[in-house]
């Protein structure tokens, strides 16, 4: 029978995938519902076989099907949606893809897909080497959190691991709450079992038996899929006990969340576990320590957790050798916004911006400027393209004030409204604020509305002087980064766009 291979991630199903994938069987063919590339200005990208390898067409709509199968596609006819090799398409091509290298390849619920691309090497080196050389061997990869901290992993994993405890916890963050953000969602919809065993190995290292995936409600399908790869994890005894017949015993749990963007921060993120309502707790002590129900916890985002496996299998040196100084390894960006080829782009660390956006995303998607583009999430700054030949690390963004998080990069062109941007700043956070202490909780409203003032022309310099005041006020005494770093996008947003605060029609 004919395979044709149609992608079955939120993204694809959003533009018909799943039509598209009726339409096929119902002309007789093997449909395969494998993860999606990440390529979403592509999809639905639909696949055949060829001996070359994958050949790729994109864009597939339900009606083109009949088309293409008429047009003898199977064989290679020329069609107005062939893109050709899937390994020959640049925005793949120039990649260097490791969590994501088989995305789109495998059926993401397959474990046999799994172990044949090398997945569970990670987890049979971790029982080889025993947990204190398996958290050794993350802290020499030099692994950061990818959940917007940066957090180093191995330093976090070996305070857990050093407490003793009867029982102790492995917690994904798959809150994924960044506006623009999709690389946890794709790497549950695309390769989920690499998050599985990430937390196995999680586990094996700080010795606890139980992992929660905390899952945004907002991903009803990756809750779909992550359920089935999580059965059948169970089936094979990747999951439950004795796993492998190693002695290991771990279960995962899935917990969904209720909307709520602060549920993301690691501390509100167990209290919502623990039924509680979702308010930041203070710290110390630090979940590692003392987090869900009490007990030591280990809180890892999906991406870092997924990238552990591949450092156990390919060595810590490998991965250190990644990246750009003390940023190792490589990170899904995720490009969104005004931008012509919106994606997941998973490449090293020092890549610069401008390459990102202009190389792989194309520019605008209206073919206008670029007017600025917002890195790391909506507590990010906005990047002026003076400052885009900056190194994608760490440092590099520090360095500049800004941050990479989680790796979301939103691009604006030049129609965009910074003052708007910047009232949306204050607008999340106090939509969003748990409401615990008071610089966020009060700060965020009386920031828009001093905003409001500075807009409309009312007493402009006095309240510049104001909002400087309660951007010290929320930096030094927010209880969490939520009112601590809303000012971050407001302040670039003043420093690269301050002649769009004022109303020009109004006298100063
Ligand atoms: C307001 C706020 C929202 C956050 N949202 C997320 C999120 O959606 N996903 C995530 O992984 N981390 C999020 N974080 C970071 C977590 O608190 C924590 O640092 C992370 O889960 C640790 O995992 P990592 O070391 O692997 O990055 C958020 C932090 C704050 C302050
Ligand atoms: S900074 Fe905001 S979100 Fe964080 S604890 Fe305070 S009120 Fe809650």
Same mark, same amino acid.
């Not at 940023?327 to 960006?333: A, E, N, R």
């Not at 604006?412 to 607008?427: E, I, L, N």
């Given at each position: ?6 992608p079955? %991630? ?21 449909? /395969? ?6 390529a ?6 639909v ?5 070359d390898?994958?050949?790729?067409f994109?864009?597939v $709509? ?17 069609? !107005? ?29 397959? @474990? ?7 997945g ?25 959190? $990818?959940?917007?901290? +940066? ?6 994993? $070996? ?13 994904c &963050? ?9 690389? *946890? ?12 065993e ?10 606890a ?9 907002? =991903? ?11 059965a ?10 004795n ?27 167990? &209290? ?7 308010v ?7 979940? +590692? ?8 916890t ?11 496996? *591949? ?13 750009s ?9 995720? !490009? ?7 994606g997941?782009?998973e490449?090293?660390? #020092? ?13 605008? =998607? ?5 007017k +600025? ?12 393209p003076?400052?885009? %030949? ?12 800004g941050? @990479?998080?989680?790796?979301? /990069? ?16 204050f ?8 409401g ?6 009060? #700060?965020a409203?009386?920031? #828009? ?8 022309g ?31 996008p ?19």
């Amino acid at each position: 029978m004919k395979i044709v291979y149609v992608p079955r %991630d939120t993204a694809s199903v959003s533009v018909g995938a799943d039509e598209v994938a009726d339409n096929f069987a119902t002309a007789g063919f093997k449909v /395969i519902r494998n993860g999606s590339r990440g390529a979403a200005w592509l999809e639905p990208l639909v696949e055949i076989d060829t001996p070359d390898g994958r050949v790729g067409f994109s864009c597939v $709509r339900p009606q083109d099907v009949a088309g293409l199968v008429d047009n003898d596609f199977q064989n290679n006819a020329p069609h !107005l949606r062939d893109v050709g090799l899937i390994k020959n398409i640049d925005y793949f091509k120039k990649q260097n893809r490791q969590i994501f290298a088989y995305a789109g390849d495998t059926d993401p619920v397959s @474990i046999a897909d799994y172990i044949q691309y090398g997945g569970f090497l990670g987890l049979k080196k971790a029982l080889e080497l025993g947990a204190e050389n398996t958290v050794n061997m993350v802290f020499d990869s030099g692994l950061r959190g $990818r959940g917007g901290a +940066a957090f180093p992993t191995g330093i976090k994993w $070996r305070t857990c691991a050093a407490i003793e405890a009867k029982q102790k916890y492995v917690v994904c &963050n798959a809150d994924e709450g960044d506006g623009g953000t999709f690389s *946890d969602r794709l790497l549950m919809e695309s390769n989920p079992f690499a998050l599985i065993e990430g937390m196995l190995i999680c586990g094996l290292a700080i010795g606890a038996n139980k992992g929660y995936i905390y899952l945004r409600s907002e =991903y009803p399908l990756s809750k779909t899929i992550l359920t089935e790869a999580i059965a059948n994890a169970y089936k094979a005894n990747y999951l439950g006990k004795n796993i492998a017949n190693s002695g290991l015993d771990f279960v995962i749990e899935i917990r969904i969340g209720a909307g709520a963007y602060i549920c993301g921060e690691e501390t509100s993120l167990l &209290n919502s576990i623990e039924g509680k309502r979702g308010v930041v707790r203070a710290k110390p002590p630090l979940p +590692a320590i003392e987090g869900l129900f009490g007990q030591p916890t280990i809180i890892n985002n999906v991406i870092t957790l997924a990238s552990v496996p *591949d450092i156990l299998a390919k060595g810590a040196a490998y991965y250190a050798a990644l990246g750009s100084g003390k940023s190792t390894g490589t990170l899904p960006f995720q !490009l969104a916004g005004n931008v012509k080829r919106g994606g997941l782009v998973e490449v090293e660390f #020092g890549l610069t911006l401008r390459q990102l956006i202009e190389d792989f995303g194309g520019g605008t =998607y209206s073919g206008r400027p670029i007017k +600025a583009v917002q890195v790391g999430g909506p507590l990010g700054s906005y990047i002026h393209p003076d400052e885009f %030949d900056t190194p994608l690390d760490y440092e590099s963004f520090a360095a500049i004030d800004g941050a @990479i998080g989680h790796g979301g /990069i939103i691009v604006f062109d030049d129609t965009a409204d910074m003052a708007a941007q910047a009232r949306f700043a204050f607008t999340f956070c106090e939509v969003e604020s748990c409401g615990k202490c008071t610089p966020c909780r009060i #700060g965020a409203t009386r920031g #828009g509305e001093i905003l409001d003032d500075i807009s409309a022309g009312k007493n402009v310099e006095a309240n510049f002087e104001l909002l400087d005041d309660l951007f010290e006020t929320m930096e030094l005494g927010s209880l969490c980064a939520m009112g601590g770093l809303t000012p971050k996008p407001v302040r670039s947003l003043l420093k690269h766009f301050a002649d769009e605060f004022i109303d020009k029609g109004k006298v100063l």
